[in-house]
C-alpha cells in the first residue's frame, strides 16, 4: 500500500509540473525554454524553443543525455550548434534544470553575437600585432614629455626600440617638410604624411612619411602623441635620381641641338662649347681635335675663360680623366673618342667663385664628349672631302680648280692693295716618252719629283698645283719681275734632275716655264693674266723647250 501512494503521490506533482509550465508560462522567458521527460520527449516549449526542439527530435543534440538525466545534469552551461534553414548557424548556451519526477528544465541563450564578436575582437588584435610587426612601417607613442614611450618591437632607424624608448625625437631630427608645420612627433592636430629627414643609427639619413595624432587628457591638455612613420628614402633617392637624369637629359639635348642647327663643321664646335659651358655654369669651355697622323691636341673651339691647360692635356697620356683644382680654377675635362680611337678633349673652367664639380657635372661631360667625339668625326670628313675636292690626288697638291679659286680671291685682295704678283705656267718637256718607255708606274714617280721640286723653290704663301696632266702652275704671291725671272733660273736649273726620268737621252725630261707678271696698280683683269702666262709657256714650247718666256707688259 506505502508503495502505491508513493507512486501516485509522484505522478501528482508531475501532473503538478506539467500544468505549471505550460507553453504559456514559458513564453515569458526571453530566451529558448522547454521541459523534456527522462525520455528526452520536449513536454512543454515556448515559441524561441522551436528550432532547439526540433533538433532534439532529430537527434542533433549530442548534449541531449545529459540534459535529460536529472542525476547528470551538467553542473555548468553547454553550448550547441544548430544550422539554420538558410544554411548559417547558431551557438546556443543551453543550462538544465531538474524539476523532480524525471523532468528537466532547459534554457537556452542565443550566444552567436557574443561569441562572433570575441573571435573577432581576438582575431583582429592578432592581426594588428601582426601587421604592426611585418610592417616596414613602425608605430611610436611619444609621451607628455616629448620622449618616446613606446616603438615597434622591432625598432626603427637601426636602433632598436629599447635604444629609442625614453629619447627624444629632436635628437635624432634633421630637417622635416616645411609644409607640415611642427614636428609630427610634437603635432598638436593631426598630421599626415609630414616628410621628416632622421639620422640613423648609422649616422646616415633616412626620409620618413610620418601621420600623427595628438592625445589629450579629459581636460584638454597634451599628452603626447601617437603615430606611424613610413621609411620612404629610397623612393626619395630615386626620385631625385630621376630629377637630376631628366635634367641631365634636358641639357644635353639643347647641347645637341645647338650643335646640330649649324651646318659648318668648324662652327658646330664653336657651338658646343658655348652651349656646353652655359648648360654646366661654367667659366669656361674648350674643345680640342687630335689631329690625323699627329699625337698632340690642337685647340679646335673656345668660349669663356680658363686657366694654363698644359697640365690636364697632360694628364691625359695616363688617363682619359681630370677632375681636380689647379691654381684658380675647379677644371673637370674628359677625352672623346669615336669608334673607340680618340679624337679630341673637353674642358671646362670654373673659378674659385663657384662650386666644385659634382656627380651630376661628371655624368654629363662624358655624354657630351660622346657628342663632340661625333663632331669632331664630322670636321675630319669634312677638311678630308674639301682637300680631296680642293687637291690632286696623286700630288696632294691643288686642284685647277681650286687654284683658281685661290688665286681669283688673292687678285681680288692685291688689286684693292696695289701689290704685285706673278704667275708661272710649267709645262713638263717629252714626259708622254717617260710613261710610253718605263710605263706609268715611272710616270708617276716622275710627277712626284717635280712636285718636290716645284715646292722647294717656292714659300709657303706660294701656291702651288697640278692643273692635269703633266701641266703645273705657281702663283709668286707679291713677286715682281726680279724675283719672277730669279725664280725661273732656280726651277730650270733643278729641272736637271729630272733627266733620270727620261723615255730617251736624246730627249730628256724638263720643263718650260711661261711668266706674266701682274702689277698691282695696272688694272689688269686676271683672266688677261693667265692668258699672258699660257701664252708665254708656248711661245717656249715652240721655240725648242727647256726655258722660260717672260710675257709682254700691259699695255699702259
Not at 635628437?171 to 598638436?188: M, Y
Not at 699625337?295 to 695616363?318: E, I, K, R, T
Not at 675630319?380 to 679659286?405: K, Q, V
Request: glycine residues 10%.
Amino acid at each position: 500500500m506505502g508503495g502505491s501512494a508513493e507512486k501516485q503521490r509522484r505522478q501528482a506533482e508531475s501532473q503538478r509540473l506539467r500544468a505549471s509550465f505550460g507553453r504559456s508560462d514559458l513564453e515569458g522567458f526571453p530566451g529558448s525554454a522547454l521541459v523534456i521527460d527522462g525520455t528526452g520527449r520536449v513536454v512543454a516549449a515556448n515559441r524561441r524553443a522551436e528550432p532547439l526542439a526540433e533538433a532534439m527530435a532529430a537527434g542533433h543534440l549530442p548534449t541531449l543525455d545529459m540534459l535529460r538525466h536529472p542525476d547528470t545534469v551538467a553542473p555548468h552551461p553547454v553550448v550547441e550548434t544548430l544550422a539554420t534553414a538558410g544554411g548559417g548557424a547558431i551557438l546556443i548556451e543551453l543550462a538544465a534544470m531538474p524539476l523532480g519526477d524525471g523532468l528537466v528544465l532547459v534554457l537556452g541563450r542565443d550566444v552567436t553575437l557574443e561569441r562572433n564578436l570575441r573571435s573577432a575582437l581576438v582575431e583582429s588584435r592578432q592581426r594588428y600585432k601582426d601587421l604592426v610587426e611585418i610592417s616596414s612601417d613602425f608605430a611610436w607613442e611619444v609621451g607628455g614629455d616629448g620622449r618616446f614611450v613606446f616603438v615597434s618591437p622591432k625598432g626603427a632607424l637601426g636602433f632598436t626600440a629599447e635604444e629609442l624608448v625614453g629619447r627624444h625625437p629632436r635628437e635624432l631630427e634633421v630637417t622635416q617638410d616645411a609644409t607640415a608645420g611642427a614636428s609630427p612627433f610634437a603635432a598638436a592636430m593631426a598630421v599626415e604624411d609630414a616628410e621628416v629627414w632622421m639620422r640613423q643609427a648609422d649616422g646616415t639619413e633616412a626620409c620618413l612619411l610620418s601621420s600623427s595624432t595628438p592625445v589629450h587628457s579629459q581636460e584638454g591638455a597634451w599628452r603626447g602623441a601617437r603615430g606611424v612613420c613610413r621609411d620612404v628614402t629610397q623612393e626619395r633617392l630615386r626620385d631625385a635620381a630621376l630629377t637630376r637624369a631628366n635634367n641631365r637629359e634636358r641639357l644635353l639635348s639643347y647641347i645637341v641641338r645647338t650643335i646640330r642647327d649649324e651646318v659648318e663643321p668648324l662652327d658646330m664646335l664653336r657651338a658646343a662649347a658655348e652651349a656646353t659651358a652655359r648648360a654646366l655654369g661654367a667659366t669656361g669651355c674648350q674643345i680640342f681635335r687630335l689631329m690625323p697622323g699627329d699625337s698632340d691636341f690642337a685647340l679646335a673651339a673656345q668660349y669663356g675663360n680658363g686657366g694654363s691647360v698644359a697640365p690636364v692635356l697632360d694628364a691625359f697620356v695616363d688617363g682619359d680623366h681630370f677632375d681636380a683644382d689647379i691654381p684658380g680654377w675647379h677644371v673637370l675635362a674628359t677625352i672623346s673618342r669615336y669608334r673607340a680611337a680618340t679624337n679630341g678633349a673637353i674642358c671646362l673652367w670654373r673659378d674659385l667663385d663657384h662650386p666644385s664639380w659634382g656627380d651630376d657635372d661628371r655624368l654629363l661631360i662624358d655624354d657630351v664628349a660622346n657628342q663632340v667625339g661625333l663632331a669632331n668625326e664630322q670636321v675630319a670628313n669634312h677638311e678630308r672631302i674639301l682637300r680631296l675636292s680642293r687637291t690632286d690626288s696623286l700630288t696632294g697638291l691643288f686642284n685647277r680648280r681650286a687654284f683658281f679659286e685661290e688665286i681669283a680671291r688673292r687678285f681680288h685682295r692685291l688689286a684693292r692693295e696695289q701689290r704685285p704678283a706673278a704667275l708661272i705656267y710649267v709645262d713638263l718637256d717629252n714626259f708622254k716618252l717617260v710613261n710610253d718607255v718605263h710605263g706609268h708606274q715611272m710616270g708617276d714617280q716622275a710627277l712626284l719629283a717635280v712636285r718636290d721640286l716645284l715646292l722647294k723653290h717656292t714659300r709657303p704663301i706660294d701656291l702651288v698645283a697640278r692643273l692635269g696632266g703633266d701641266e703645273f702652275a705657281i702663283w709668286l704671291e707679291g713677286a715682281e719681275e726680279p724675283i719672277a725671272i730669279q725664280r725661273c733660273h732656280d726651277l730650270l736649273g733643278a729641272a736637271a734632275s729630272l733627266a733620270t726620268f727620261s723615255g730617251r737621252a736624246e730627249m730628256p725630261l724638263g720643263m718650260s716655264l711661261g711668266v706674266a707678271v701682274h702689277a698691282g696698280s695696272s688694272g689688269e683683269l686676271l683672266d688677261d693674266l693667265i692668258a699672258r702666262a699660257d701664252r708665254a709657256m708656248y711661245d717656249v714650247k715652240r721655240d725648242g723647250k727647256g726655258d722660260f718666256r717672260l710675257a709682254a707688259p700691259v699695255a699702259g
